[in-house]
């Protein structure tokens, strides 16, 4: 081979473990988990306190289901 080509080839494999490394940065954004725990079902909690703690969510940008995810038990 000559100079010329492996130069291209050499150019190639780097620009393709950079292209790869990118795209894993992009992938590797988790979603942030908040557990509820309660005796109560997320259905029954008397005066509602996860609706108030999701509206205060809401007003910092916090999205149940779209940017932040909430399990209850």
Do not use: C
């Not at 950079?18 to 005066?47: C, D, H, M, W, Y």
């Amino acid at each position: 081979m000559t100079r010329p080509t492996i130069g291209f080839l050499l150019a190639l494999v780097l620009s393709g473990l950079i292209v790869s490394r990118a795209v894993e940065a992009q992938l590797a954004a988790k979603v942030p988990r908040i557990g509820i725990l309660s005796p109560f079902s997320p259905t029954n909690q008397g005066p509602n306190r996860v609706d108030t703690f999701q509206q205060g969510l809401q007003e910092l940008g916090y999205r149940e289901g779209e940017n932040i995810l909430m399990e209850y038990r």
